[in-house]
């Protein structure tokens, strides 16, 4: 059973940063793409942010410049770094393994303008 567990939500003021961890257990995510998405309220939920297995990366146009999207494989763990942030980034994040079903439970972030 894989489970994804995503952690370093908050809250920031806007400009800040914040940095998102996930980490897995139950299967070596070395194998897989990952991606990081976000849902904020009364919205559907949108991709932010994806690695593959050989390290390269897509972003949202709208993040695009200020989150970078990282793995360490020997931890098991996906990063997104998020710099410059913006009210507008306010939303639950979760990351996922990308074509699974298999989703973390989410963590807030929230920024104050």
């Known amino acids: 059973q894989v489970q994804l567990v995503e952690s370093g939500g908050g809250l920031v003021q806007a400009g800040g940063s914040l940095g998102l961890s996930c980490a897995a257990s139950?299967?070596?995510?070395?194998?897989?793409?990952m991606g990081w998405y976000r849902q904020a309220p009364g919205k559907q939920r949108e991709l932010v942010a994806r690695?593959?297995?050989?390290?390269?990366?897509n972003y949202a146009d709208s993040v695009k410049g200020r989150f970078t999207i990282s793995r360490d494989n020997a931890k098991n763990t996906v990063y997104l770094q998020m710099d410059s942030l913006k009210p507008e980034d306010t939303a639950v994040y979760y990351c996922?393994?990308?074509?699974?079903?298999?989703w973390g439970q989410g963590t807030q972030v929230t920024v104050s303008s």
């Open positions: 690695i593959s297995s050989g390290g390269s990366t």
């Open positions: 139950g299967s070596m995510l070395s194998r897989y793409g």
């Open positions: 996922t393994i990308i074509g699974s079903a298999y």
